[in-house]
């Protein structure tokens, strides 16, 4: 592995950033209580840089972090959280559409569901709002470890009838899948 050495927080801020358009960046986003804040902890083998919480919808902004001085990971708020207002989710969609349309190194989006849970109908509503902006998209299933290997590929297939495309899966906990993912956002760059 050439990347994810060191990872720095840099900021937060509600939207597309001018400031970060030096570096390739990739998009992280995910309903809440998902793991994207534990997948770059699990990256980059830190166990606080992204921090996390039991009260899903904490992120509201979009927090940057520079990876080895070489590319950005931009983790977005999550979605689908209940307890946010109409308004509260408009502006997500908004703030998706300001990234996609204007952070001009955006390499990839990286869209993250719960493996155990399968996609949700709003993990498909943004799905298929990606596929509008011809982005392209690596899909992470986080959470492998909570089912029992034998019932993985029963699990895999059920998703991929919803989610015809690639997809990682991978563990915060236990780090399985992560090389493969680090391979394919170094193959990027």
Known sequence: MTYFKQGTYIKSYPGYDETLDDHPSFFMLGRSNVGKSSLINAMLNRKQLARTSSNPGKTIAINSYIVDDAFYL????????AKRSKTDREAFYEMLNE???QQKHLKKVIMIIDF????TKDDLDVFHQLARYEKEV??????IDKIPKTKRP????????????NIYMVSNETKEGLEALKVVIENSL
Do not use: C, E
């Open 154 to 165: 029963a699990q895999l297939k059920t998703i991929l009838k919803v989610m015809p495309t």
């Open 116 to 119: 155990k849970v399968g996609p």
């Open 138 to 143: 690596i899909v992470v299933a986080t959470k």
């Open 74 to 81: 931009l983790d977005a708020p999550g979605y689908g959280y």
């Open 99 to 101: 990234i996609l349309m």
